[in-house]
């Protein structure tokens, strides 16, 4: 199985970063895609990917919360990295007006931004949104014809949004979220809606740890070794075999990302 999204540059596994990739192997994850999410981390996300090149890819982007770092708009240390051959897919790109870390007109002009570069470069976008549904769609729409195709990955929004989504295009990223009876309970009920062919699975490591767990690890931390759970879980709501569903989402994955 592939995870899409884990934040492996994330300071919280600097003291045991290689015991992490070896668990997510023996719990039976193939691949991950490495987040790049600022101007520091996909540096850093693409040098882990070479590190561990038999298993690791990446994503070369800035994420709405550190657009306001965004000093130059042609991004050109996120072109230098797209040249990479293990980075794979520009972002993580997009809104979000929940937390608005950045103005959102800074917000807006950096996403544009990503959409432009990965248009010139061909390459798909790894993109976030939360609260900003109708802004995102907005701005991502009319670049879709050029692009090769976009994941929204740790999808959260409604059932509306996800049918917009779906009807763009988009491929959804479904997260750990999942696993948690109260605040999931509106995701659990949507991801039975999403095709076999455009879901994919991913933990958002060391974010989002599945509150369901057992037994509870002594760490809240999230590992990529939990993505199996995460599967079947979502196997289960969707009354899926986990082994169809897997195959299934590597398939999705490795199509998107030309892996």
């Excluded at 895609?33 to 800035?62: I, M």
């Excluded at 670049?143 to 990955?153: D, F, S, T, Y």
Aim: aromatic share 6%; with cysteine.
């Amino acid at each position: 199985m592939i995870d899409i999204g884990v934040n492996l540059t994330s300071s919280r596994f600097d003291k045991d970063r290689d015991d992490v990739v070896a668990r997510a192997k023996e719990a039976g994850v193939t691949a991950m895609l490495l987040t790049g999410t600022d101007l520091e981390s996909s540096p850093q996300a693409a040098a882990l990917a070479a590190q561990y090149s038999d298993f690791a890819y990446s994503t070369a982007g800035v994420h709405p919360h550190d657009a306001k770092t965004v000093e130059d708009i042609a991004l050109p240390t996120i072109r230098e990295l797209a040249s990479l051959p293990h980075v794979v897919a520009i972002g993580e790109c997009g809104l979000d007006f929940n937390r608005d870390f950045s103005p959102r007109p800074q917000q807006e002009a950096v996403f544009e931004a990503h959409l432009r570069l990965a248009a010139e470069l061909n390459m798909p976008v790894f993109l976030h949104c939360r609260d900003a549904h109708e802004r995102f769609m907005a701005i991502l729409t009319p670049w879709l014809p050029q692009l090769p195709g976009a994941v929204l990955h740790c999808f959260t929004g409604s059932e509306q949004e996800v049918r917009e989504c779906l009807e763009a295009g988009l491929y959804i990223g479904i997260t750990g979220w999942v696993c948690d009876e109260r605040r999931g309970e509106a995701l659990r009920a949507i991801v039975p809606l999403i095709p076999d062919d455009r879901l994919m699975i991913e933990t958002d490591a060391p974010y989002l740890q599945p509150r369901d767990l057992k037994p509870k690890p002594k760490s809240s931390r999230n590992e990529p070794c939990y993505l199996p759970h995460i599967a079947s879980v979502i196997a289960v709501l969707r009354q899926q075999d986990t082994e169809q569903l897997i195959t299934q989402s590597v398939e999705n994955t490795r199509r998107l990302f030309k892996l």
